[in-house]
């Protein structure tokens, strides 16, 4: 009797049950595709860690099917064994010592596995050490020669001073691909290392950007790095609190040392056609602010050497530029990575805001020759053919017989 009436009650209900059975498949199937959607860019941790193993023994294979990894150049580095897995899991990748990698140029690494050359660990005696940490930007990449980031031009520029109490190293920590998390962990890791007594974060507007098999964790963990994927996923409001706890990381190491902390604001000069900064750089300078941190931003200088470039009266007159208006200060076209040039204005800029980490004694010594033009030296044998081979060669006789005459005034609109 009670099968009975259940058969008759499933019979009179047949066409709801039918539409619960359809909507709960098509509920489940969205919901599938929206996860697979979101998480498109996540490769499992233990699908990571097993490419990652294959890849340094050589048994990686070449059609892996992960959207996120298909053109992965972290892949092709562990394949050819220039990039490994670091033991802090918050750093994706680390390049090998004494790496040798072309991406279109040579990049040569130090001992320690950064585009710089061999420091000894133990800073010695009467030296000030300034660590710069960031990604491709501050490494330099697109540029052929270590010595032309701006980290080494600024070494450079302070070696000329005579007479210093004090050697002044700038030691390029920048990262290709790093993104805010990788760039902190690496200053955890190395600020006590090598005793450094100032360092400078560099900032570009993707690196809020999530990297594969990336975890904010001491373990690699499949929760943390879905946890860590939902803040760093895109325009994820969560980011910006995630972004000002990693400042107050670097902070709680370099105030009880007092270690000046500096926060470099770079951008893609594109903006500049616009005249618009970019709002996520807005809002890191405004966090960095916050934090205390020494302010520089890049987009000043850049907006200033195009002014100066481009023959304009003031900034306020760089409105509807051309790509040609900017493409002295491109690494090649449409590449958002600065010059040669672009890297020697901006260390410029850089020495004139972090002088005031500098030691008294030394202070006024390179104040004085920086307005003095000991800076200019570097421009007396200026061929625009060595540092913007990527412009078109109309643009270069030009520049070759004008900018030396508008760096002069460049240099003085920086110094003021």
């Known amino acids: 009797m009670a099968l009975d009436k259940t058969r008759n009650f499933l019979r009179s209900k047949r066409k709801e049950l039918a539409l619960l059975a359809v909507s709960t498949g098509l509920s489940f199937g969205v919901l599938s595709s929206a996860y697979k959607y979101l998480t498109k860019d996540m490769v ?35 394949k050819n064994q220039v990039i490994r897995v670091p033991k802090n899991p918050r750093r994706t990748y680390e390049f090998v010592p004494n790496a040798l990698v072309v991406d279109k140029v040579l990049n040569k690494f130090n001992c320690w596995g950064y585009r710089d050359y061999d420091y000894p660990e133990k800073k010695p005696e009467n030296t000030f050490r300034i660590g710069m940490f960031g ?29 210093l109490s004090k050697q002044y190293q700038f030691l390029n920590f920048g990262s290709p691909g790093y993104n805010s998390l990788a760039e902190v962990s690496l200053f955890q890791e190395e600020a006590l290392r090598l005793d450094l007594d100032a360092a400078v974060l560099q900032f570009f507007e993707d690196d809020g950007g999530y990297a ?22 895109g325009d994820n409001p969560e980011f910006w609190n995630f972004f000002d706890e990693l400042l107050k990381r670097m902070k709680k190491i370099a105030v009880p040392r007092s270690m000046d902390l500096y926060f470099l604001s770079h951008c893609d000069p594109g903006y500049l056609k616009s005249g618009k900064r970019s709002p996520k750089n807005i ?4 966090i960095a602010r916050n934090n205390d941190f020494g302010i520089i931003d890049v987009w000043d200088s850049l907006r200033e050497s195009v002014m100066l470039y481009g023959q304009k009266d003031s900034c306020e007159n760089l409105v509807n530029l051309s790509e040609d208006d900017i493409a002295f200060l491109r690494v090649a076209p449409l590449n958002s990575h600065p010059s040669i040039l672009s890297n020697e204005m901006v260390a410029l800029y850089i020495l004139k805001h972090v002088l005031p980490s500098i030691p008294e004694e030394d202070r006024d010594k390179i104040r004085g020759f920086y307005f003095n033009g000991g800076y200019r030296r570097h421009f ?23 900018m030396k005459e508008r760096l002069e005034d460049y240099f003085k609109a920086v110094s003021n």
Not at 145 to 163: A, R, W
Not at 283 to 286: F, I, K, L, P, S
Not at 381 to 390: E, G, K, N, T, V
């Open 283 to 286: 809002r890191a300078v405004e």
């Open 135 to 163: 990604d491709s930007f501050t490494a330099g990449w697109g540029i052929s020669d270590n010595f032309q980031s701006y980290s080494k031009i600024l070494e450079v520029i302070v070696s000329q001073v005579p007479d």
């Open 380 to 402: 007396q044998s200026y061929d625009a053919r060595r540092m913007l081979p990527s412009l078109p060669k109309r643009h270069l006789d030009e520049i070759n017989g004008s």
């Open 44 to 78: 499992s941790m233990k699908r990571y860690r097993d490419m990652c193993k294959s890849a340094q023994e050589g048994t990686l294979e070449d059609n892996f099917s992960e959207s996120s990894m298909k053109n992965d150049c972290l892949i092709n580095g562990l």
């Open 212 to 233: 594969t098999g990336q975890v904010d964790s001491d373990t690699y963990s499949e929760e943390a790095a879905k946890s860590l994927f939902r803040v760093m996923k």
